[in-house]
């Protein structure tokens, strides 16, 4: 049974006549019989009277609202489809950390509306490991993360690096690390530090280099909003590492400092980089094929970088 049997019988059916159906279906009349004694032999029952009209039998009459519910369906389907190539699709769903949010995405957002005023863009600040855990569940289009490899080897995912940014001591004015122009590690790691919560990529890299140094990381409470760990420092007890992006709002209040950290010796006395976290923008080869989802792609590409660089001489 084929979709243009039934799609030849239901024709027959609203037109009466084999002619009105193919003429209807734009093929020829000996097309039409064919492939209504193709489904009638699939049934083992006739669905019309042969007479000077085309008449339902008993048969023909039971299947009929079944063969318009299936050809409904498929002109649906089919109209879904084709909206969603054309680019007209309700919504447009993005999850992104909490930096990028705050201080890269607006113009991107802005533009975005601009250019398809009928898409709904829904944007989601989430940690790195819960927003590729959305995108892989298919619940957003596209996520802006730091990379966890991990998550975003497999082959239907497309990824494109953003930029690479340091990370960064966010302190007390008067705490005891911001005497220092870059504070040491070994300094460091006396002290309790507020840390994002469970699924931020961030807590994972502040986590690992502490094993590296094979020292144990104090972390005194757990947050997960920018907010929060200014609001947490700014008491004089507690520090955190950060990304350079999310430290924007700190270096204009007096009651914080914030200070680059000292390369650090690794395990064979040689001096080893700083730390660092990559961003990147993760998505799936079919959304790419989607136009909206292309165009939001391409403005990030664009736009991100630029303004991160900025911000970050700044």
Same mark, same amino acid.
């Given at each position: 049974?084929?979709? =243009?049997?039934?799609?030849?019988?239901?024709? #027959?059916?609203?037109?009466?006549? !084999?002619?009105?159906?193919?003429?209807?279906?734009?093929?020829?009349?000996?097309? #039409?019989?064919?492939?209504?004694?193709?489904?009638?032999?699939?049934?083992?029952?006739?669905? $019309?009277?042969?007479?000077?009209?085309?008449? +339902?039998?008993?048969?023909?009459? %039971?299947?009929?609202?079944?063969?318009?519910? #299936?050809?409904?369906?498929?002109?649906?389907?089919?109209?879904?489809? /084709?909206?969603?190539?054309?680019?007209?699709?309700?919504?447009?769903?993005?999850?992104?950390?909490?930096?990028?949010?705050?201080?890269?995405?607006?113009?991107?957002?802005?533009?975005?509306?601009?250019?398809?005023?009928?898409?709904? +863009?829904?944007?989601?600040?989430?940690?790195?490991?819960?927003?590729?855990?959305?995108?892989?569940?298919?619940?957003?289009?596209?996520?802006?993360?730091?990379? &966890?490899?991990?998550?975003?080897?497999?082959? =239907?995912?497309?990824?494109?690096?953003?930029?690479? =940014?340091?990370?960064?001591?966010?302190?007390? /004015?008067?705490?005891?690390?911001?005497?220092?122009?870059?504070?040491?590690?070994?300094?460091?790691?006396?002290?309790? @530090?507020?840390?994002?919560?469970?699924?931020?990529?961030?807590? %994972?890299?502040?986590?690992?280099? $502490?094993?590296?140094?094979?020292?144990? +990381?104090?972390?005194?409470? =757990?947050?997960?909003?920018?907010?929060? !760990?200014?609001?947490?420092?700014?008491?004089?007890?507690?520090?955190?590492?950060?990304?350079?992006?999310?430290?924007?709002?700190?270096? &204009?209040?007096?009651?914080?400092?914030?200070?680059?950290?000292?390369?650090?010796?690794?395990?064979?006395?040689?001096?080893?980089?700083?730390?660092? %976290?990559?961003?990147?923008?993760?998505?799936?080869?079919?959304?790419?094929?989607?136009?909206?989802?292309?165009?939001?792609? @391409?403005?990030?590409?664009?736009?991100?970088?630029?303004?991160?660089?900025?911000?970050? &001489?700044?």
């Amino acid at each position: 049974m084929r979709l =243009e049997q039934l799609q030849a019988f239901l024709a #027959i059916a609203e037109s009466g006549s !084999f002619q009105g159906a193919a003429q209807k279906c734009g093929v020829t009349q000996s097309t #039409i019989s064919r492939q209504i004694q193709a489904l009638e032999a699939d049934l083992g029952l006739e669905l $019309f009277h042969r007479s000077s009209q085309a008449k +339902l039998t008993l048969a023909g009459e %039971r299947l009929l609202p079944r063969v318009r519910k #299936i050809c409904l369906e498929w002109e649906t389907a089919t109209q879904e489809m /084709a909206d969603l190539l054309a680019g007209r699709q309700p919504e447009l769903c993005v999850a992104a950390i909490h930096s990028l949010c705050a201080y890269y995405l607006p113009p991107v957002l802005q533009k975005f509306c601009r250019d398809y005023p009928d898409v709904q +863009l829904r944007v989601t600040s989430l940690g790195s490991d819960r927003a590729l855990k959305v995108l892989k569940d298919g619940l957003v289009d596209l996520a802006i993360v730091m990379n &966890n490899r991990l998550l975003t080897t497999s082959k =239907e995912m497309v990824v494109f690096v953003l930029y690479d =940014e340091p990370i960064e001591v966010l302190t007390a /004015a008067n705490h005891p690390l911001a005497q220092y122009e870059r504070i040491p590690w070994s300094e460091l790691i006396r002290y309790p @530090q507020v840390v994002f919560k469970d699924g931020y990529g961030m807590q %994972r890299l502040v986590q690992d280099r $502490f094993d590296q140094l094979e020292a144990t +990381l104090q972390a005194a409470l =757990e947050v997960n909003t920018l907010d929060a !760990f200014r609001g947490v420092v700014r008491q004089g007890e507690l520090v955190a590492l950060l990304p350079q992006s999310a430290l924007v709002e700190a270096r &204009n209040d007096p009651g914080l400092a914030t200070r680059p950290l000292a390369n650090y010796s690794n395990g064979s006395g040689n001096s080893d980089s700083s730390l660092t %976290r990559q961003v990147v923008m993760v998505t799936t080869q079919d959304r790419l094929q989607i136009p909206p989802i292309k165009h939001f792609w @391409q403005l990030v590409q664009e736009t991100v970088p630029p303004q991160f660089k900025e911000i970050a &001489n700044g």
